[in-house]
């Protein structure tokens, strides 16, 4: 087995669609970005890189090329996985804490580890989200951003069957 641990943060602005973990949520702020500032999708990818010893988000998709300019986070995901597959590995479970003030996650964290699920390919029950607030501290507090930290655990993949015809 392998680990992984991503972070990510990013500052809220008024003006841009609350996206998070690729839900979108009711917030007169969302992330900045040169992508759409998922922050528990960016996390994710450094968690599925690092676990792989693949180094980091920046490393694959820099925010220097135009091309992932207003990229969805479920984008870099599937490429990460492509990365983690090709070394052998597949995802077994995600562990995940989103920091921010507001809009409350309460109602929505299963919907959120649901699909944390779905993009890993993992039961749901291996998969989990959860919110805290920074209790007023700091730039959160403020709710001036928003950061995610996630861990996700590889496993061996099964060899794929070597499609040959006799
Ligand atoms: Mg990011």
Do not use: N, Y
């Not at 599925?48 to 135009?66: E, S, W, Y």
């Not at 861990?151 to 794929?160: I, N, R, Y």
């Amino acid at each position: 087995m392998r680990h992984g641990l991503g972070f990510d943060i990013h500052r809220l602005v008024p003006g841009r669609p609350f996206v998070l973990g690729g839900l979108t949520f009711d917030h007169p702020r969302g992330p900045s970005g040169h992508s759409d500032g998922d922050v528990l999708l960016h996390a994710l990818v450094d968690a599925l890189l690092g676990a792989a010893a693949l180094g980091d988000i920046g490393d694959h998709f820099p925010d220097t090329d135009p091309k992932w300019k207003g990229t969805a986070g479920e984008v870099f995901v599937k490429a990460a996985l492509k990365l983690v597959a090709a070394k052998g590995w597949r995802p077994a479970q995600v562990d995940a804490t989103v920091f921010l003030e507001l809009p409350k996650l309460k109602k929505r964290k299963p919907e959120l580890a649901a699909e944390l699920a779905r993009l890993l390919g993992i039961a749901k029950d291996c998969a989990c989200v959860k919110a805290k607030t920074m209790e007023g501290l700091g730039a959160i507090g403020a709710g001036e951003a928003i950061a995610a930290q996630v861990l996700v655990v590889l496993e061996k993949a099964p060899a794929s069957k070597k499609k040959t015809r006799k």
